[in-house]
């Protein structure tokens, strides 16, 4: 069983930066690719950016590519999503999950129903 906490959000001005973590416990992390969801009110929860299990492959939303970085540590079971050129679009509560497998890449990352193991969220909200 794997337990996922994440930390980093927060209240920021349009056009500013936030780094969000996800720490991981109850597992091995480096058995598992990441992904970052995120579901603002009313909405769906949608794909954000995913990380295979070593680091070498990530993909991204259209929607945050050029502007978020996914980055993983496997020594601290942590995973970090840096939010830059933040956007009143992107306020939402922001989840990590976890999908066992060692594989490079999943189409099937870009849907939540793949993951077995989320976080409680945390809260992003961007100001105008």
């Known amino acids: 069983q794997v337990q996922l906490v994440e930390s980093g959000g927060g209240l920021v001005q349009a056009g500013g930066s936030l780094r969000l973590s996800c720490a991981a416990s109850?597992?091995?992390?480096?058995?598992?690719?990441m992904g970052w969801f995120r579901q603002a009110p009313g909405k769906e929860r949608e794909f954000v950016a995913v990380i295979s299990w070593s680091g070498g492959h990530t993909y991204y939303a259209d929607s945050v590519k050029g502007r978020f970085t996914i980055s993983r540590d496997n020594a601290k079971n942590t995973v970090y999503l840096q939010m830059n050129s933040l956007k009143p679009e992107d306020t939402a509560v922001y989840y990590c999950?976890?999908?066992?497998?060692?594989?490079?890449?999943?189409?099937?990352?870009?849907?939540?129903?793949?993951?077995?193991?989320w976080g409680q969220g945390t809260q992003v909200t961007v100001s105008s």
């Open positions: 109850g597992g091995t992390f480096s058995s598992y690719a």
């Open positions: 999950a976890a999908d066992f497998t060692r594989r490079p890449y999943s189409s099937s990352w870009y849907s939540s129903s793949e993951y077995e193991y």
